[in-house]
């Protein structure tokens, strides 16, 4: 569909990773811009800006420039 800009989100997955306070939370993210399909990861505190952080690196990661 032409004029589609927003990524499509095909899968997800993520795991804590040590235990206790401040411990670290790893997530991934398979997404797909126009016709190009990229996993990203990213890392974080909290399970939720990491998954933001996974979309994010996928996006980027799929060489889409915006106008």
């Given at each position: 569909?032409?004029?589609?800009?927003?990524?499509?989100e095909?899968?997800?997955?993520?795991?804590?990773?040590?235990?206790?306070?401040?411990?670290?939370a790893?997530?991934?993210?398979e997404c797909?811009?126009?016709?190009?399909?990229?996993?990203?990861?990213?890392?974080?505190?909290?399970?939720l800006?990491?998954?933001v952080?996974?979309?994010?690196?996928a996006?980027?990661?799929?060489?889409?420039?915006?106008?």
């Amino acid at each position: 569909m032409q004029g589609d800009v927003g990524p499509d989100e095909l899968g997800a997955a993520g795991a804590p990773g040590v235990t206790g306070p401040g411990s670290s939370a790893v997530a991934y993210a398979e997404c797909r811009v126009s016709d190009v399909t990229r996993w990203g990861a990213g890392r974080d505190t909290s399970v939720l800006t990491a998954s933001v952080h996974a979309v994010l690196a996928a996006v980027n990661r799929s060489g889409r420039v915006s106008s």
